[in-house]
């Protein structure tokens, strides 16, 4: 089967830098995503990884190892607006699918 | 371009009611997804549709079904409701011609109450 873990809150001060981890066991691998979801909002983009590496953009940073499974978002010079739930997903590796499977998110509260 | 649009945004239904909720993708993309979402859960895949054709279900009993029309525009429907069936429903969409294969874009979702 398919099962992603992430862990279900985290806390962190403004300024300072937080990670995120996530780990996967699926059947097959064909790219990771990660979402960040406001409160009463829909998910957006933030990232995407398909190979093994370190992905940069802006304040946020997504890493991928496949060997291991696993995944960090790395959120640098928090903000309060990062106040959020971040929620990893892996696509489906069936195949002719757009299907991503999702952890339950992590939850975010950065504090002044 | 305009994003992906859901209605009704917020909905109160009564057990054994039926529902229907509507979603209408990015102007271009042909896939459409629907997602169920509650806090203990996370998001869990209901169905995927691409012109007009079922292409991927979730584990979730018939009660739950859509379709696709030929605008690409999805709808769902719930019959005989449940109180577990109050969550908030997402639908997202999807192209080929997108930069990142299989990223999906969400719509703010319907929020969907049985009592």
């Known amino acids: 089967g398919q099962n992603i873990d992430q862990p279900t809150e985290m806390t962190a001060t403004e300024g300072a830098i937080v990670q995120i981890n996530c780990t996967y066991q699926?059947?097959?691998?064909?790219?990771l995503f990660w979402y960040q979801q406001h409160a009463g909002e829909a998910p957006t983009f933030l990232s995407y990884n398909v190979l093994d590496g370190l992905e940069e953009k802006g304040r946020f940073s997504s890493f991928l190892s496949r060997s291991k499974g696993y995944s960090y978002l790395l959120l640098k010079e928090l903000q309060m607006k990062d106040s959020a739930s971040y929620l990893c997903?892996?696509?489906?590796?069936?195949?002719?699918?757009?299907?991503?499977?999702f952890g339950t998110g992590t939850r975010l509260q950065v504090f002044p | 371009k305009a994003g992906v649009t859901q209605t009704p945004r917020y909905l109160i239904k009564t057990r054994g009611q039926q529902v229907t909720l509507s979603c209408s993708p990015i102007s271009g993309h042909r896939s459409v997804s629907w997602y169920q979402q509650t806090p203990g859960q996370g998001l869990q895949f209901l169905f995927e549709?691409?012109?007009?054709?079922?292409?991927n279900k979730g584990n979730f009993p018939g009660r739950f079904s859509g379709r696709q029309f030929s605008n690409s525009r999805s709808e769902m429907n719930v019959s005989t409701l449940e109180l577990g069936d109050s969550a908030l429903y997402l639908c997202?969409?999807?192209?080929?011609?997108?930069?990142?294969?299989?990223?999906?874009?969400f719509g703010e979702g319907s929020r969907l109450t049985v009592l």
């Open positions: 997202a969409s999807s192209g080929r011609g997108d930069s990142i294969p299989g990223e999906l874009f």
């Open positions: 699926t059947s097959g691998f064909n790219g």
């Open positions: 997903a892996v696509r489906d590796p069936q195949g002719n699918t757009d299907k991503l499977i």
């Open positions: 549709y691409f012109s007009e054709t079922q292409r």
